[in-house]
């Protein structure tokens, strides 16, 4: 069973509670009235589709409901880390984390923000796997 985990809940849950939703980062073009009907259709369907981390949507459709953006592996099926909507698109360290440019860390208040990235901890379970506990990190 593959445990995703979702930076609004702040816990992995399995994959069957959350919906891929495509490529994460697409913007569409400024002036986008004034744009030839190819770039518009290539922008609208075509993906990058290729092998290695890729970036994507997803939603936690049967829990909090909402969208977050997650680095996954296109061939392995890890997920390198999820992160809140809206962040700006992370490098990937050659060690295979996410570095991002600006995270916020906490709220005024000294309190987690939703959606504050997780690295890392994902993984993909097969049934008979042994689960560790996560208890002291
Ligand atoms: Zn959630």
């Known amino acids: 069973m593959l445990l995703i985990h979702c930076p609004y809940c702040f816990e992995e ?8 939703s495509g490529e994460a980062h697409l913007a569409r073009p400024e002036g986008s009235a004034e744009i030839d009907d190819r770039t518009i259709a290539e922008m609208l369907y075509f993906r990058s589709n290729g092998r290695g981390v890729i970036f994507e949507r997803w939603r936690h459709v049967h829990g909090c409901g909402r969208f977050f953006n997650a680095a996954r592996h296109a061939v392995t099926d890890a997920f390198l880390g999820t992160y809140a909507a809206g962040l700006a698109k992370p490098e990937v360290s050659a060690e295979g984390l996410l570095v991002f440019a600006e995270v916020p860390s906490t709220a005024a208040g000294g309190e987690p923000i939703p959606g504050k990235p997780r690295l890392g901890k994902s993984r993909s379970l097969m049934s008979g796997d042994a689960v560790q506990s996560e208890a002291g990190q």
Do not use: K
Not at 13 to 20: G, L, V
């Open 13 to 20: 849950r399995p994959e069957i509670e959350f919906r891929q």
